[in-house]
Nanobody, 121 residues
Framework: QVQLVESGGGLVRAGGSLRLSCAAS????????MGWHRQAPGKQRELVAR???????VYTDSVKGRFTISRDNAKNTVYLQMNSLKPEDTAVYYC???????????????WGQGTQVTVSS
């Protein structure tokens, strides 16, 4: 019913920047929280940043001051601007969204397919 499609990953040198985008589509009635998680090889998936429908944001400590999450409600899209990238930021980045779709009584959590971010030293 709802699809999340990410774009913007790639290979960048340490200190560089990337911008990730994630667009939600389908039978969407309302989107609540949107966010980005990441999973590095051999590690558990972790929250990177989240933005609520009112605009408030949450960041994991390791990306504060370097990453910025934003959303365009008219486009059902969430962005992650990543600056001053470090090799330890290398991971597959997944977007997720809490969505109420047509015919649903509540919010369901949806995930994108993931996009690889690789930061070389």
């Amino acid at each position: 019913q709802v699809q999340l499609v990410e774009s913007g990953g790639g290979l960048v040198r340490a200190g560089g920047s990337l911008r990730l985008s994630c667009a939600a589509s389908g039978r969407i009635l309302r989107i609540s929280d949107m966010g980005w998680h990441r999973q590095a090889p051999g590690k558990q998936r972790e929250l990177v940043a989240r933005v609520i429908s009112g605009g408030g944001t949450v960041y994991t400590d390791s990306v504060k001051g370097r990453f910025t999450i934003s959303r365009d409600n008219a486009k059902n899209t969430v962005y992650l601007q990543m600056n001053s990238l470090k090799p330890e930021d290398t991971a597959v980045y997944y977007c997720n969204a809490a969505v109420r779709s047509w015919g649903s009584l509540g919010l369901d959590n949806y995930w994108g397919q993931g996009t690889q971010v690789t930061v070389s030293s």
